[in-house]
DNA sequence: CTAATTTATGAAAACGTTTTCATGTGACTG
DNA sequence: CAGTCACATGAAAACGTTTTCATAAATTAG
């Protein structure tokens, strides 16, 4: 080797060069201007291919202030609900060229915040988010509104008025879905082991809960309701709390499918028979509620359609974007659908 | 407002103007550089908060040839173990500041391919990669290789030379407990369900599996060792096949929990009891393993402590950098431990 | 007290694109 | 056939940093 060049990293003007032609038509063609003759355009997109070329993003996102990248906050990606959407947001974004810088908040708020500023660092194009339960100030998220960049939340999302797009799951329904089939399968006394009220999914699904329960007269028992995360052991104990009385539950509505999983064990260890004596019903459609035994009735939240949407409202915005509006009035409700087993059958 | 500046996006030069300093003092003051003032540094800190600035990254990285961003290549991100894996990388990694971008192959060399470019052109400082079943040819790396790169490859990796780093489970050890736990158990005719050899996963638990079958001095049917992907229904009809014969093994050892699952339903349904007639040993460790009836005996990955490695890997190599080298020697092999439960008790 | 060195700052170039503006074709219009 | 207009290209500026080089100020050495 007798020109001492360096070895690899072929830029636009490596191109240029090799075809005599000025580095603005190279990008032009490169981008599919409208202004570059075919046969100009076939000879840069053969000479690019021929040097291994690659768009250098980091020049590419400077010059024009857009880095074809998105950004997703989620709690944490081993959940299966948000592992689901994921994968469906992933794979439908790169289809429109977009890639995806993933960051988990580990369900906090100050981890929320940081990695907020570190994708505003990194000048994504787009937030999409799904909250931490305890989110209830959502200033950090000016940053982009401001700028006009769009900010999807779905899931968890801020409750009342803000300039984002919402993407949910229709929590109210789910849950009364699920309470009215407990109590159409017989059961008289309901327990509810729910989530906590800064989280709009949950003041949803407590509201859904209530009116079947109204709806069909049945009394609601304060003890009997559990605001808490919602983790193995906290079910749990709310289990034991509930059992350590002289009238006991016949049903229980869980606000996910770990904590109707505790119940089952529960009962398993206590020798209360499932669906005999209490039936049980969860939340999410886990692949862990067709595996136990007895199987857990559950509410299917459809994960793939709610990364569908999600892409489908964030390539819209994307698209359109100098026509102000970086963000879509009205809320996608992505319906439910309760998936019933074994553990609410009709004894 | 009268001057007609930009609303917000503030730069280095703001601050600079700010503080009558010239744009490379700041530079130097926000990145610890040591030839700067203790008060000239304070100011700087405090007027970059003050006017909430943010490096950009794209002019950053373009400038210093680093993103302080790392790609991430999986099969899947819902997978459990993988899905545990990038919690802890992205955790690790974020405490060095470094952020990750994730993409999922979907298990197809074609989408390997295609991210590696993509990520290539996004100019990530490295890649972390658990490469397809199916990858057996590992060229489309070499852009990162030649460029010093380094390139760290867990769980799937390239069997042979590559100038690669490697974290690795240890696979043989792993069928070889499991293996040999079934034959103590009582087992005599053990069947392996496995996965396609063009996997170092599958050879390496091929070959334990073999090692402890030997020791024993048990005969092996060609018949009972299936190369296939691992779902659900290959699972299956795997198990048809062995049980639609007068000669039944007492023994399945699968290489995953999908497929052991897989067999628990199929023994279920066939009236086989597990483990009365048939025990069943998994790979992975999967949470339905533990609550399933019978709960399943699986081969525990540790990934938290893969994803630390990982990223321990990684840090030391992108810190020494310029000393050549940009991967280590050795693989390292992370330990495995068998979790013995219901599905192989002696009976 | 001067010379050499270290510390602190500024000016300006550089990174690889995209985009504005200018310019030159050739084709169409009236 | 002159004037307008769509097409095709190039020159050069711009994006916001980092870094090299130069220089000034402060410190140390001799």
């Not at 931490?132 to 900010?151: E, R, W, Y």
């Not at 793939?304 to 809320?331: I, R």
Request: proline share 4%; aromatic share 8%.
């Amino acid at each position: 080797m007798t020109t001492g060049k360096k070895t690899y990293q072929n830029t636009i003007l490596d191109i240029a060069e090799a075809l005599k032609l000025s580095p603005a038509t190279i990008s032009r063609a490169l981008n599919n201007h409208p202004y570059v003759k075919e046969k100009t355009r076939n000879d840069v997109m053969e000479m690019a291919t021929k040097l291994g070329y690659r768009r250098n993003q980091m020049a590419s996102g400077l010059r024009s202030n857009k880095t074809r990248t998105v950004g997703l906050i989620i709690p944490r990606v081993s959940m299966f609900f948000h592992a689901e959407v994921i994968t469906s947001i992933q794979n439908d974004l790169y289809k429109h060229g977009y890639s995806l810088i993933i960051c988990q908040s580990n369900d906090t708020v100050s981890m929320e915040r940081e990695l907020t500023e570190t994708l505003y660092a990194s000048r994504v194009d787009a937030l999409i988010v799904a909250c931490t339960l305890q989110t209830v100030d959502f200033s950090h998220f000016d940053k982009f509104i401001d700028q006009n960049k769009p900010v999807i939340f779905y899931d968890r999302v801020p409750v009342g008025d803000y300039k984002a797009t919402f993407i949910k799951g229709d929590d109210f329904e789910g849950a009364y879905l699920a309470t009215n089939h407990l109590i159409e399968a017989g059961c008289k006394q309901i327990a509810h082991i729910s989530g906590p009220l800064t989280s709009n999914l949950y003041q949803a699904r407590a509201a859904g809960f209530l009116k079947a329960m109204d709806e069909h007269g049945l009394p609601v028992r304060e003890e009997w309701i559990f605001h808490q995360e919602l983790y193995h052991e906290n079910a749990f104990r709310a289990m034991e709390k509930m059992f350590d009385d002289t009238t006991r539950p016949d049903g229980v509505f869980a606000d996910n499918d770990t904590s109707a999983i505790a119940a089952i064990g529960y009962a398993k260890q206590n020798g209360i028979a499932v669906p005999g004596e209490l039936k049980i019903a969860g939340y999410s459609n886990d692949p862990r509620t067709s595996i136990i035994t007895p199987s857990v009735t559950s509410v299917e939240q459809f994960p793939n359609l709610v990364g569908k949407k999600v892409v489908e409202a964030l390539v819209e915005l994307l698209s359109q974007e100098a026509e102000g509006l970086a963000y879509k009035t009205e809320p996608v409700i992505i319906p439910v659908e309760l998936i019933v087993r074994e553990s609410t059958a009709i004894n």
